[in-house]
């Protein structure tokens, strides 16, 4: 009897055991914890700065039903109640984003500590979340003890035609008596700064603080140097580089003749370091006129032009205790800037990547290149060795001559060329500051001897926006032509979204951007940086409402719009809000938003709200820029395309302002939308659903961009663009696609749309049940494609689709004209290989309820995956083809919901996990159009059917 009593108090202990263990694994964790999209920021200046976590748990239908939030002003403080800044105690509440912090008011340069727990669907609450933290900025302008300070450089070569000044350095010894609790700098400057403290260089920032327009906010940076300093004397350093302030910005025909100085003449520093020591002692260390400056070994430094540098010229030490700098002149006090000062809110530019050369050739004696093989934004490292004096000239480029000589004509006003002069002492290794280049070949000049891929090293750098994507597929063509996407995004994602990284423009075109926006919200985290760009387009829009063409505008006499490009203003905000369920973006450009669409709707105002032919004469070129770069006979109507991105610019007007409960202004837009529509259909389209234009109102097409060519509205871009943007009838939709797939067989089904018309192509297939023509044109290799890209050796986007052509080449004159290899928005097709070939898709907004509806196209693929790092964490799906066999892998984020459809032919059933769908927890939906469709809570999932 008691072996019996033994063995079943064993057998219930075990039993016990096993459930805990099961519940553990099923319990949810909290996997990640962030600020305002961040992980432990420093130096912020939101009141309310926003909370939000990721959490993971290995069990299905994971729901998240309360949280807590506690915070403090130490860590060790969330332990103790009576030191708490603020708890929200448990909170009946599914949100897990964007929850404004409701504690005590925030001070300048206070500490935050906060960590997080949560209750799932059974009310069984999480671990706590590790200890997170922020820091606030300064918050006052009497928080601000610091002078702006600067030094006058000369220019070096006055011979050279370009002004390119030395940049200054300067420096300051202080002492630090006491032992240090927590020492932050805040630093800002007129130009880009590189701070340093004994001898060593602060953070891994480059380009710093960034580029906003100087006369309206400049943004400062804070850096914790507690661990740096030591006791008793301490040295501080600065070199100031031109940068976008006073350095070359731009194309040369838009600022002719200086180019440079858009904003002001000298670069001028501004930096307050503050002590805090274990006594409670404070000290402060500003910028002011007891600062000393010097000029040194950088020669010059600009962007565009590149750097030039003499070692012998080298002052060993000069940011260091004990040096010597009786000989430095004495700082001025600069005017400085009267715009507001504001804590940096993007992400900062830093070195992502390092490349070593693949290739190395001769084409020219003592000519030598070094093929990177890959193209990117960033510069080169050098390591040499030689006789002092030996001049070392490093100059770059995206491709080479047929002869093997590098191919600069492109690059058009800028020199991208970096300068070392050596000072023979042994190896010697150099990187140029405050400039970069796009390249994919490296050309050097100057050495004495035969390099090896020692000599250069390629350095990558970017906004370090975090990049979430991953994609690939049974075809090796298509994954390099996602490679090459996220490469471009990385090249031109240089605190603004830039056009191209070579040549001498590198401006942050709406146009461009808004085209390939929500391909870039696929591929990374860009809450922080579009709010940081969204302020840049806020200060640069015209007072009647237009946005510039560019954005931040450094030319403020110029005006330039253009319809299709100003509409990023709200359609670049609206993905972003539809991405991460984010209103604060929106409430903080709603009233910019606001101004321009009440300029649209009185411009419209006497034709119906939408516009008939002829409408832009007043920009320049006439109707703006159009469908930009089409493959075209005849221009499509730039009206056309003005009208469609009009009324869909109201109808998300009308949807955000919802969001945000302004109910009456969305109903508004909803009927200006509605008007338009009507108006627009009753002009431009006949009763077969074609779009018919009046050609004799653009008379002889002088004035618009290749209005020679003359006009139409039968265009692929035209039908794409309806259908994309949900502007037709069912009746009219049905004859757009007729139309649209008749004029891709008449081009062999390849594309010819242009900038304007290239993201809604494959898409809009897809939504009218053509898939397998989507599939098709994205897989092709012939001319224009993007596999004709990659077939002919593309390791980013080209501008063109004849950016370059075996017969033609780069094109002759247009190649000096305009043309990157480095420019993202014909890139615009990778939101379909996330959207539609994987099929992840938002329902709503934030990812909160996910929809996955794979396209299968032509079937041409036998696999494809798709993962994107959601605010809410990893949506994977995953797809395979063998004969008649479909399986798919899927997982969806604790505390969210999916919509799921499975490709199933007939009454063939559907598995999961290979048993039979579990209908307590996958919920049957209805069976439609070719799809099974099931609805399922978190967790990883595996379905297979027949098709």
């Not at 224009?784 to 990659?790: A, E, R, T």
């Not at 986007?797 to 950016?803: G, K, P």
Request: hydrophobic share 35%; net charge negative; charged share 25%.
């Amino acid at each position: 009897m008691k072996n019996i009593i033994v063995l079943s108090l064993v057998t219930l202990s075990l039993l016990y055991s096993c459930t805990d263990i099961l519940n553990e694994k099923d319990s949810i964790k909290i996997e990640s914890v962030s600020i305002n999209y961040f992980k432990n920021p420093l130096g912020i200046d939101d009141l309310g700065p926003r909370i939000s976590w990721v959490m993971s748990s290995e069990g299905r239908n994971k729901k998240q039903s309360a949280y807590q939030i506690m915070v403090a002003d130490s860590k060790e403080g969330l332990d103790e109640e009576g030191s708490l800044l603020w708890d929200s105690d448990k909170t009946i509440s599914s949100q897990n984003t964007h929850i404004p912090y409701a504690g005590s008011p925030l001070q300048s340069g206070q500490s935050c500590y906060f960590k997080i727990r949560v209750w799932d669907e059974d009310d069984s609450v999480s671990d706590w979340s590790e200890v997170g933290f922020w820091t606030m900025g300064l918050l006052n302008k009497e928080d601000w003890k610091a002078k702006w300070i600067g030094f006058k450089t000369k220019d070096n070569d006055p011979k050279d035609s370009l002004h390119l000044p030395a940049p200054p350095y300067l420096r300051k010894s202080f002492s630090v008596e006491g032992e240090v609790k927590k020492a932050t700098l805040y630093v800002t400057s007129l130009g880009v700064f590189e701070m340093s403290i004994n001898g060593e260089k602060i953070g891994n920032d480059l380009l710093a603080p960034g580029w906003s327009d100087y006369d309206k906010r400049i943004y400062y940076k804070t850096y914790n140097i507690s661990e740096d300093l030591v006791q008793g004397t301490n040295a501080m350093g600065a070199i100031l580089g031109d940068g976008w302030y006073a350095g070359y910005v731009g194309p040369k025909v838009l600022s002719n003749p200086r180019n440079r100085e858009l904003y002001g003449l000298h670069p001028a520093l501004f930096c307050q370091l503050e002590v805090e020591y274990e006594d409670g002692k404070k000290e402060t260390i500003v910028s002011d006129e007891s600062w000393k400056a010097s000029e040194g070994p950088l020669r010059y430094a600009d962007l565009l032009m590149g750097t030039g540098y003499n070692a012998n010229l080298e002052f060993d030490g000069w940011d260091t205790v004990g040096y010597d700098d009786q000989s430095w002149a004495n700082v001025y006090i600069h005017e400085g800037t009267e715009a507001a000062l504001e804590a940096y809110p993007g992400n900062s530019i830093q070195v992502y990547d390092q490349m070593e050369p693949i290739e190395i050739t001769e084409p020219n004696e003592g000519v030598y290149v070094f093929n990177l093989g890959q193209n990117f934004a960033g510069h080169a490292k050098l390591k040499v060795s030689g006789t002092k004096n030996d001049s070392i000239v490093i100059r770059y480029g995206e491709r080479l001559h047929d002869d093997g000589t590098l191919m600069t004509e492109n690059l058009r006003f800028a020199r991208a060329t970096d300068t070392y002069i050596l000072k023979g002492e042994g190896t010697e290794e150099w990187e140029p500051k405050f400039t970069y280049h796009g390249f994919q070949y490296v050309e050097v000049t100057g050495l004495k001897s035969k390099p090896d891929k020692n000599t250069i090293t390629g350095i990558a750098f970017g906004s370090s926006i975090p990049m979430v994507s991953e994609f690939n597929s049974s075809d090796e063509t298509l994954n390099r032509m996602f490679e090459n996407v996220i490469w471009t995004q990385r090249s031109n994602f240089m605190e603004v979204p830039t056009d191209s990284p070579q040549r001498d423009e590198r401006l942050g075109w709406l146009g461009d951007v808004q085209i390939f926006s929500k391909s870039a919200l696929y591929n990374a985290t860009l809450g922080a940086f579009n709010a940081k760009w969204f302020a840049d387009v806020r200060d640069a829009q015209y007072d009647f409402g237009a946005y510039s063409t560019f954005a931040p505008r450094p030319y403020p006499e110029l005006v330039w719009y253009s319809p299709g490009w100003m509409e990023a203003g709200v359609m670049v905000p609206y993905n972003t809000f539809k991405f991460y369920n984010d209103t604060k973006i929106v409430e903080d450009h709603y009233a910019s938003m606001t101004q321009f669409m009440d300029y649209h709707i009185e411009k419209s105002g006497e034709t119906d709200y939408f516009y008939p032919e002829d409408s832009w004469t007043e920009v320049n070129p006439k109707g703006g820029f159009g469908d930009w770069l089409s493959m075209t006979d005849k221009n499509l109507a730039h009206d056309i395309m003005a009208s469609m991105y009009y009324q869909y610019a109201l109808k998300i007007m009308a949807e955000m302002s919802t969001a945000i409960g302004k109910n009456e202004k969305a109903a508004y837009y909803k009927q200006v939308y509605d008007k338009s529509v009507s108006a627009f259909i009753d002009h431009y389209i006949d009763v077969e659903g074609k779009f018919t234009i009046s050609e004799d109102a653009y008379g002889d097409g002088k004035g618009y961009f290749e209005g020679e060519k003359g006009f139409t509205g039968h265009t692929q871009s035209a039908y794409a663009t309806a259908i994309y943007f949900d502007i037709l009838p069912d009746t009219l939709k049905v004859k757009a696609k007729k139309h649209l797939v008749d004029l891709l067989a008449e081009n062999d089904n390849l594309p010819s749309s242009g900038i304007l018309g290239i993201r809604q192509l494959l898409p809009a297939l897809s939504t009218v049940g053509r898939g397998d023509l989507a599939y098709q044109i994205l897989l092709k290799k012939d001319y224009p494609s993007w596999g004709f890209q990659v077939k002919n050796g593309a390791t980013t986007i080209w501008e063109r689709w004849n950016s370059y052509t075996p017969e033609a080449g780069f094109n002759g004159e247009m190649n000096a004209e305009m043309n990157s290899f480095n420019h993202y928005a014909f890139g615009a097709f990778s939101q379909f290989l996330f959207a539609q070939m994987a099929g992840i898709e938002t329902k709503g907004a934030g990812f909160n309820n996910i929809i996955i509806k794979p396209d299968l196209g032509n079937r041409s693929l036998s696999h494809v995956k798709g993962e994107y790092g959601s605010i809410n964490g990893k949506i994977v799906s995953s797809w395979s083809i063998e004969g008649t066999s479909f399986s798919m892998k899927v997982e969806v984020p604790v505390n969210t919901n999916a919509i799921i459809y499975v490709p199933s032919v007939g009454d063939s059933s559907v598995t999961e996990s290979g048993e039979g769908i579990d209908l307590e927890t996958i919920k049957f939906i209805e069976e439609k159009d070719g799809y099974k469709v099931y609805e399922i809570g978190s967790g990883s999932y595996f379905f297979e059917s027949k098709i």
